[in-house]
């Protein structure tokens, strides 16, 4: 297992690519709920635009 660990003396190289990779590839999961959020948000937010607007058309 140590041998393992030690990645033939390149550990160092392994471990901080794998940790990288691992914060990036966290970071873009992250990104991609809060955009996805956001764009429901958005979407929700025109349409009560759009309603509001409808619903002033329709009084008149």
Known sequence: MKEFLAMGG???YVW???GLTFV???AIVL???YQRRQ???SVKRQA???RQR???KNSL
């Open 31 to 33: 990104s991609s709920i």
């Open 24 to 26: 990036v590839m966290t």
């Open 16 to 18: 901080t690519s794998f």
């Open 54 to 56: 409808a619903d002033q």
């Open 48 to 50: 009560a635009v759009a």
């Open 39 to 41: 764009a429901i948000n």
């Open 10 to 12: 390149y550990a160092f």
